[in-house]
């Protein structure tokens, strides 16, 4: 199959990010992991784009973050801890029901309902 | 990991966060992040290929194209953060290859359109109060036809301030240069440049006096009477501020309470006894002598404690130390 790149997946890819935050707390690479995990490899985002991303979602206060009890790697870069939020659940609730309109209005023009 | 592929990845991410125009603060939580990041990358990567080189290239093309995250990046800071980085204090990192002048100049261009904010913003939320308070009692506390004087009044005093401000930078960066420059300690420059800030800290309150801006009950004996503590309390100041810049960024990290006890108790006769014997010789009084010396004690204490309890914590010292090796890092 054909990999999905950054191009196709902008404009979801906050939606994607809670989707996988809803599975529990998480660090960017752990972000990264479970949606390479849920994309079966077919996934390909560059990994720095996450955190703009991420920033935005708290911002936002859809997601909250707290720094890691202990630092990470030798000379002490601490990662952050991403959880999601109430708002950032009915975000991601809307984004589901978003997606599936989107899927099924595109399906129908393009002769391929879901 | 060794000290060279820990640059390159710290290359990697300041590449990407250096044009970002956001706070110091929320520029050091993306670096850290975003470090932590790239070294998990590359130690998955170098697990995978053995090679130090390999695993970084492969890292910096995992992580994306710089000018894009950086834009991406900007997107992602609220525009109170942008704002509040135009409000914020000078930046007081020296860039790669920048001169001590020139670092000069643009703190003082910073500091100018901090003071000028800070200016703006106190006169409004003052003016605000005034009007509510004048609403409240139902009598106007300031005349329209006064405050087209109260501004420029307001706007004379703001540019003074940032001339002497920018003036006081400049006699700091030399004083650094004097106490700790490549070639040792000078002391001529050292001399001149305590001549100088004595001048200055010497003239304002003659000029003031001269305009009619201080209390109307001052008397040309008390107010020289002043003058001596002022004379010394500038360089001694000057001096301070200088030793802690330095130690902050380059020096010692840290020095024992001991030492700084001793040297701010030692500071302090001298300052005390030149104020002392000054002000007796200029008015025979030494009860005014005694009075004049307490003041400028409490006025230079109330500066000095206060940086010395900065210097003196690692955190903050790390802080500004770990700051400044971002700064510095050389990107082509």
Redesign the interface.
Known sequence: MEQITGDKLRGHLETIILSTLERGEA???EVRRRLDEAGCGLLRL????L???L??LE?AGEVKAVWEAEP????G????IYALTTKGRRKLEAGRVEWQQFVRVLGGILGAPA | MSASSLTQLKMIVERVVRPVRATMVRKRRMREELLAHVSAVFAQERAKVGDDAAALARTAARFGDAQELSRDLQQSVPWIDRMARLAGPPFWLRRPGESRGRFAVRQCLQLGIFLSWAGIGGSLLLYGLLFLVSASIRQSLLQVRDLALVLTGAGIGLVALILIASVVIFLVHGMIHALYGPRGRSWPLILLLGGVMSLINVSIPLALFGLGQLDARTTLPELLATLPGAAVGGPALLICIASVCHRMTDGPVGWSWRRIGRLYAGGCLIVAGATFIAVLALSGDALLGSENTLKILLILSSWIIPLELAVASPRIVARIRADREWANLLLD
């Open positions: 660090h960017g690479l560059k990994e720095g784009s955190y703009p991303a920033y935005r911002s990470h790697g030798r000379r870069a601490r990662r952050r």
